[in-house]
């Protein structure tokens, strides 16, 4: 059992002060989380990436797994274990790091993830078709019925038409954020 054991937690604090020798530091978030706001100097390799992307880790280095409070961080350590050693969870994930007032690289401005539009928006979709069909025309069952094919669909085949055409919405168009230049960011995490 390689990497159970060796599992471990990380505060805000020490991450800042005495991060892990030659630690990388990743950031298991969607891309939209992780451009949203992230720690100085985090990767972005989502969950449900991170084990086909073991090679990108390098095989020796330590990691330092983040999230958005730290559930998905240690979701991702446990898939890790059985093939890696010296991984720790940062406490309170990105959260706490903004709560301790420390500072997050944006390069987009801050929306939910596209993932959870698809969650609302499918969710919504299939309140309104069952409220419609009890009370207006039981056709409507219709609706909910064609977002729970879709939704099949999106599974099976991992193309989630929805996703690309909420993807598109004016909401989500990416905008930049002017970024401190490498030193500064790094200037900043060492403070």
């Known amino acids: 059992?390689?990497?159970?054991?060796?599992?471990?937690?990380?505060?805000?604090?020490?991450?800042?002060?005495?991060?892990?020798?030659?630690?990388?530091?990743?950031?298991?978030r969607s891309a939209s989380e992780f451009a949203s706001g992230h720690v100085p100097?985090?990767?972005?390799?989502?969950?449900?990436?991170?084990e086909v992307r073991l090679p990108d880790l390098g095989p020796n280095l330590p990691l330092v797994l983040v999230c958005q409070s730290d559930q998905r961080a240690r979701m991702t350590a446990h898939l890790l274990a059985p093939c890696r050693?010296?991984?720790?969870v940062l406490e309170g994930g990105t959260k706490a790091w903004a709560q301790a007032g420390l500072p997050l690289v944006a390069s987009v401005k801050t929306r939910w993830s596209l993932e959870r539009q698809v969650r609302l928006?499918?969710?919504?979709l299939v309140l309104i078709g069952?409220?419609?069909?009890?009370?207006?025309?039981?056709h409507w069952l219709f609706?909910?019925?064609?977002?729970?094919?879709?939704l099949s669909f999106s599974g099976i085949t991992d193309i989630c038409p929805m996703a690309i055409v909420l993807g598109r919405m004016p909401w989500n168009a990416a905008s930049h954020c002017p970024l401190p230049s490498s030193?500064?960011?790094l200037?900043?995490?060492q403070a």
């Open 143 to 150: 609706l909910s019925a064609f977002i729970g094919l879709g």
């Open 187 to 189: 200037s900043q995490l």
């Open 41 to 50: 100097g985090a990767i972005n390799i989502p969950m449900d990436q991170i």
């Open 121 to 124: 928006g499918a969710g919504l």
């Open 1 to 28: 059992m390689k990497g159970i054991l060796m599992t471990s937690a990380i505060t805000v604090s020490e991450l800042r002060h005495q991060p892990p020798a030659g630690a990388l530091l990743v950031d298991v």
């Open 183 to 185: 030193k500064e960011g």
């Open 130 to 138: 069952a409220v419609l069909a009890l009370t207006v025309n039981s």
């Open 85 to 88: 050693s010296h991984i720790t």
